[in-house]
């Protein structure tokens, strides 16, 4: 299913000992970015994470945020006392020197580096919650994608029949606007006022007409039209596909215009060019 590479996504979860919150936002890339802002403790797991992530995203850039609180019950503080003997031993050997100096208050203790502090979690814990936060978040942001994707897809479709519509009525065309080219090259040769051989010129005319003729790339642009509508309806990433494929209409849409030999088929390219580009501004938020 086609997914856009543009989305956002949250996910907590809760244990007995501590609640992480994964947060991740999703933006167009050519490839799989990835930017981490997390606690300094899981940041030697960050390769296991890529992992995960990767085989859920293939393309865009992910900014996610990884937050973790202690609950209540696992929070008490914690009293170092050999770093309060330290402390202790220390303003006795100041006192001896400095009589006269205001001894810090029990507040001002407790405040000192080191002699309070709150239990830690287990690293295991820790990340067994972020595991299972990174997968909720992750399959959060790959609905929110794919329904960003069935949107871009049909805006996509939709304009590619737009196209199938004018190469139909552009077909349609062609015979008259041989005919009035063949008028027109004729009409020419007479005001030269100049006698050929009438097998050669007829040779001629049918060399200039075959250079004009547009069969080809119109064909091929109906089978690049048929290769999007495949790669759309797929169920693998087809991002990088597609932006293929619209090089592709681009360049026979640029040739057709310049074998144009109407003002109908020019006005024809041009609609071609402006709905190729439409598609191109939607698909370069397809994964």
Same mark, same amino acid.
Request: proline letters at 3%; aromatic letters at 4%; glycine letters at 4%.
């Given at each position: 299913?086609?997914?856009?590479?543009?989305? /956002?996504?949250?996910?907590?979860?809760?244990?007995?000992?501590?609640?992480?919150?994964? @947060?991740? #936002?999703?933006?167009?890339?050519?490839?799989?970015?990835?930017? /981490?802002?997390?606690?300094?403790?899981? #940041?030697?797991?960050?390769?296991?994470?890529? *992992?995960?992530?990767?085989?859920?995203?293939?393309?865009? !850039?992910?900014?996610?945020?990884?937050?973790?609180?202690?609950?209540?019950?696992?929070?008490?503080? *914690?009293?170092?006392?050999?770093?309060?003997?330290?402390?202790?031993?220390?303003?006795?050997?100041?006192?001896?020197? /400095?009589?006269? +100096?205001?001894?810090?208050?029990?507040?001002?203790?407790?405040?000192?580096?080191?002699?309070?502090?709150?239990?830690?979690?287990?690293? @295991?814990?820790?990340?067994? *919650?972020?595991?299972?936060?990174?997968?909720?978040?992750?399959?959060?942001?790959?609905?929110? #994608?794919?329904?960003?994707?069935? !949107?871009?897809?049909?805006?996509?479709?939709?304009?590619? @029949?737009?196209?199938?519509?004018?190469?139909?009525?552009?077909?349609?065309?062609?015979? +008259?606007?041989?005919?009035?080219?063949?008028?027109?090259?004729?009409? #020419?040769?007479?005001?030269?006022?100049?006698?050929?051989?009438?097998?050669?010129?007829?040779?001629?005319?049918?060399?200039?007409?075959?250079?004009?003729?547009?069969?080809?790339?119109?064909?091929?642009?109906?089978?690049?039209?048929?290769?999007?509508?495949?790669?759309?309806?797929?169920?693998?990433?087809?991002?990088? !596909?597609?932006? /293929?494929?619209?090089?592709?209409?681009?360049?026979?849409?640029?040739?057709?215009?310049?074998?144009?030999?109407?003002?109908?088929?020019?006005?024809?390219?041009?609609?071609?060019?402006?709905?190729?580009?439409?598609?191109?501004?939607?698909?370069?938020?397809?994964?």
């Amino acid at each position: 299913m086609t997914q856009s590479m543009t989305g /956002f996504a949250r996910a907590s979860v809760t244990t007995e000992d501590l609640t992480v919150t994964v @947060e991740c #936002r999703s933006v167009n890339n050519r490839y799989l970015d990835l930017h /981490f802002r997390m606690p300094e403790t899981l #940041r030697e797991f960050e390769p296991q994470m890529r *992992a995960q992530i990767s085989q859920a995203v293939s393309r865009g !850039k992910l900014d996610l945020a990884i937050q973790y609180q202690q609950n209540k019950a696992t929070t008490e503080a *914690a009293l170092d006392t050999d770093r309060l003997n330290t402390l202790q031993a220390a303003l006795k050997h100041i006192s001896t020197h /400095f009589p006269d +100096a205001v001894a810090p208050s029990q507040l001002a203790l407790l405040q000192a580096p080191g002699v309070l502090s709150e239990r830690t979690v287990a690293v @295991e814990v820790l990340m067994s *919650a972020t595991t299972t936060a990174l997968k909720q978040c992750l399959a959060s942001l790959s609905q929110h #994608r794919r329904e960003e994707g069935a !949107k871009l897809a049909a805006m996509v479709l939709e304009r590619g @029949e737009l196209i199938r519509a004018l190469l139909h009525s552009l077909r349609q065309q062609l015979p +008259a606007l041989q005919r009035s080219h063949r008028e027109k090259l004729l009409a #020419r040769m007479a005001s030269l006022d100049l006698t050929a051989d009438p097998v050669r010129l007829e040779e001629e005319i049918v060399y200039v007409l075959q250079r004009a003729d547009v069969e080809e790339e119109m064909d091929r642009l109906g089978a690049h039209l048929d290769a999007i509508n495949e790669a759309l309806m797929g169920k693998v990433p087809c991002g990088r !596909k597609l932006d /293929f494929l619209m090089q592709e209409l681009n360049r026979e849409a640029n040739t057709l215009g310049s074998k144009s030999t109407a003002l109908d088929t020019t006005n024809t390219a041009v609609e071609f060019k402006v709905l190729i580009e439409q598609m191109r501004e939607q698909i370069q938020n397809i994964e």
